[in-house]
C-alpha cells in the first residue's frame, strides 16, 4: 500500500484560521492526507463539527488543542491530542484563558485608539468566526481599515511582542499545561521546537527535561518551518529521551498564504505511523 501521510497541526475558524473545522476535513480528505489533528489555540470549540463532518466523510479526524505557555525567552506551546473534551477540568481552563482573552483585547483597541488608529472590538470580533478573537483578527481588521497594508505589516508595527499595541496574554506555566492534558488524558506534545531552541541547544535540553518531569509525551520534528537539520537534530533528541515524535504544517488557510495543509512549504511528509505509534502510549 503506498505511504500514507497526516497534518497533526491545523488551525480553524474557532481560533485563527480561514476555514471553518467541516471544511478542514473535507479538504485533508481532498487532499489525499489520511489523518488530521484539529489543534486550535487555547480552544477546543470546533473539534465536535470536525468530529461529524469526518464520521460523515469517513476521515481520520483527531481531537486536539494548542496552549500557549508562559516562556521568558520567546513562545512555548503545547499540542494536546485524543483528550477528554468532555472534561471538566479542561474546559473549566480553557473557559479562564478567554475570560483573559476578554479583558486584554478591549486594552488593545485602547492602545490603538491612543495611536490614532480608529478600530473598534466590534470590527475585529467581526473578523472572527469562532469564540476566540486574538491579534490575528486585530491585524484582518486593521488592513479591512486601510491602516496596514498586510496581516504581516499589522505585526511588524503594532501587534508584535514589543510593539505599542501589545498586550501580553494571560498563560498557563508549562507545568500547567501539561498536566491539564494529561489530566484530560491527552497526550502532551512540544509544539515547533524550532521557535524556542533560539537559546543554546544544551538550554534547551535542560528546558525538555523539566517538560518530561511534569508529562511531556513528544516531540513535533516534523514542522513547516523546520529545516532539515533541525528536524534531525529534533529527531535524535526526541530519541534519546524516548519522546513520541509528531508533526504538522500549522496550517491558518489565508492567514499564512504560502503554507499549504499536510505539505507546509512543499517539502513535508508526515508519516502515519506517527499516529500509530501515538496510540500505543495513549490507552483509551
Ligand atoms: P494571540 O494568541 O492573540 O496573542 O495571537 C497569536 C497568533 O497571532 C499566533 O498564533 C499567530 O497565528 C499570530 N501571529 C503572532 N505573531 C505573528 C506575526 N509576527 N505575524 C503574523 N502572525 C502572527
Ligand atoms: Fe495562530
Ligand atoms: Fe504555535
Ligand atoms: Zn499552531
Redesign the pocket.
Known amino acids: 500500500m503506498a505511504q500514507q501521510y497526516i497534518d497533526l497541526h491545523v488551525?480553524s475558524t474557532a481560533?485563527?484560521g480561514t476555514m471553518s473545522p467541516a471544511q478542514l476535513v473535507r479538504y485533508a480528505k481532498e487532499k489525499g492526507l489520511s489523518a488530521m489533528a484539529l489543534t486550535d489555540?487555547?480552544t477546543i470549540d470546533g473539534v465536535p463539527e470536525a468530529m461529524a463532518e469526518a464520521a460523515k466523510q469517513h476521515f481520520e479526524l483527531v481531537p486536539g488543542v494548542e496552549i500557549?505557555v508562559t516562556y521568558p525567552k520567546g513562545e512555548m506551546h503545547i499540542l494536546g491530542y485524543y483528550l477528554d473534551i468532555a472534561s471538566p477540568s479542561l474546559m473549566q481552563a480553557l473557559q479562564e484563558l478567554r475570560r483573559h482573552?476578554d479583558e486584554?483585547n478591549p486594552k488593545m483597541i485602547a492602545c490603538l485608539n491612543r495611536l490614532g488608529l480608529k478600530i473598534t472590538m466590534e470590527e475585529v470580533a467581526a473578523e472572527a468566526r469562532g469564540t476566540?478573537?486574538?491579534?490575528?483578527h486585530?491585524?484582518a481588521a486593521m488592513v479591512k481599515k486601510g491602516y496596514v497594508l498586510t496581516?504581516?505589516e499589522?505585526?511588524?508595527k503594532y501587534?508584535?511582542?514589543g510593539k505599542a499595541a501589545y498586550v501580553p496574554?494571560e498563560r498557563l506555566t508549562p507545568e500547567e499545561g501539561i498536566k491539564l492534558i494529561r489530566e484530560a488524558d491527552g497526550l502532551a506534545v512540544l509544539a515547533h521546537p524550532k521557535y524556542m531552541a533560539a537559546e543554546s541547544f544544551a538550554n534547551f535540553e535542560r528546558t525538555l527535561q523539566n517538560l518530561i518531569s511534569y508529562g511531556l509525551n513528544g516531540l513535533e520534528v516534523y514542522y513547516s518551518e523546520h529545516s532539515s537539520a533541525e528536524t534531525q537534530a529534533f529527531l535524535e533528541i526526541a530519541r534519546k529521551y524516548n519522546l513520541l515524535v509528531t508533526g504538522g504544517t500549522d496550517f491558518?488557510g489565508h492567514?499564512?498564504p504560502d503554507l499549504q495543509l499536510g505539505i507546509g512549504f512543499g517539502e513535508l511528509h508526515i508519516p502515519y505511523e506517527l499516529l500509530e505509534q501515538m496510540r500505543t502510549v495513549k490507552t483509551f
Do not use: Q, W
Not at 476566540?132 to 490575528?136: D, E, F, L
Open positions: 488551525h481560533s485563527d489555540h487555547d500557549s482573552r486584554r476566540i478573537v486574538g491579534r490575528p486585530f491585524a496581516l504581516a499589522a505585526f511588524e501587534l508584535g511582542s496574554k491558518h492567514n499564512k
